[in-house]
């Protein structure tokens, strides 16, 4: 069997700040076809899983162009248009082919593209036609849209969140495509609206007993693959909300009730499903409150992971003004922080100002006397299901009993590694603020005492109704109606 794999992934914050360039991915990842490196990238499972397969069972694999970067705002259509028109070169290269395994993220905006995946998706399936398998893997915060469904045989999304099943996932999306390329199944897709918004902790209830039932659903009674998109919040486009994907083996009744029951199971429990989130103020009292520590506080209104700056002072303003000590926050992106660290060397005492430069969601900057703990060239952190993350040169600066991790490449707060290598304690301090949303706390909750999800101003605020959506199509709980 011919297969070909490639990857083109980022998720759009379409309030976001930044834009998503070129220069976006190649600092993430960006690896010309046959180029991808010999351990699994995080948006290119499927090509990791391919070669596992492939190997297995004597598939010519023909690998493509793989590109991913960190979430930011709205693609640039050159930056779109550029990696999309590679990717599809790559393929035509390849033919003929019998099945196309693809590493998509789902929730890609450009500009002049609401839906780049579905874009991408039609054009591959015009270049391969009908009868060759074409499948994706996404990440649940993707926008579902029907042009993706319609031009993908199967389309598979992690079930966790963190994200610590990427591998698992492609595999069985390698496992269900090459199945239906020698007709041993016939998957029919069935998608339910949930006509709601919401996040989705699966390291909690509800949300880990919904993604176990349905798990125990799969290769049972016809049922090949149950997603769950929890939708992007933050992503300003018609088909941004929550859906379930089911896939049966022939039967599209079957696919289409068990869909809407799914559906109508969580919206039974959407109240549930989101975080206790108290303000600034109420997170720090509550930790300080906790008898022990660390207490660790996302700071999720400014996780790069989901397209925020990540250099806001919001939080750790209030810890110096409350004289909070014995603390650890980060990572802070500031190249010019950690440049002019760098230059001053380690031990060295300076004034310094951090944090607070691209927008007014990252609040001002911070004025400090601090001294230089370590500096660490090219670092790298465990990232999720395993995978490297880049941070670029980092520096852990002390000031005012908090110490704080500049990083050079904008990536949130996923392995406690990044710390560690830094030579901060965690398990020494009191208070941890993390720039991350809910990736930390795969690695994080195995220190961590107590875990707070904070209300604070940002990029990725949590109280949908502060932003101005214009394109999502309503009524979309919790968002209110739009104004006439």
Known sequence: MRVFSGSLATETNTFGPMPTSIASFRDRGYFPAGQHPDHMLY????????RLRGKEQGWTLIEGMVAGAQPSGTTTRHAYETLRDELLADLQAALPVDMVLLGLHGAMVADGYDDCEGDLLARVRAIVGAAVVVGAELDPHNHLTPAMVANADLLVSYKEYPHTDVLERALELVDLCAAKAQGRVQPVAAVADCEMITLFHTSRDPARGFVDRIQALE???????ISVTHGFPWGDVPEMGTKVLVYADGDAAKAQQLARRLADELIAVRDALSPRSPGIDAALDEALAFDGGPVVIADGADNPGGGAASDSTFILRRMI???IVNAAAG????PVAV???FDAGVGARLRLRIGGKISP????PLDLELTVKSLVPDLVQTGLSGTPTPMGNCA?????????????????????DLFAQAGCDLAAKKIVVLKSSQHFY?????????????DAPGSVARDLNTLPFRKVRRPLWPIKAATP
């Open 361 to 364: 969601l990252s609040g001002d």
């Open 339 to 341: 440049r002019i660290a």
């Open 331 to 334: 990572p802070v992106w500031d």
């Open 396 to 416: 852990l600066v002390e000031a005012n009993g908090i110490e704080i991790l500049l990083c050079t490449l904008r990536n949130q707060a996923m392995g406690t």
């Open 219 to 225: 290769g049972k009674d016809g049922i090949l693959s």
């Open 43 to 50: 948006f290119a499972g499927p090509l990791w899983a391919a």
């Open 321 to 323: 003004e409350r004289g």
């Open 442 to 454: 795969a690695s994080y909750s195995k220190i961590a005492r107590h875990v707070i999800y904070a």
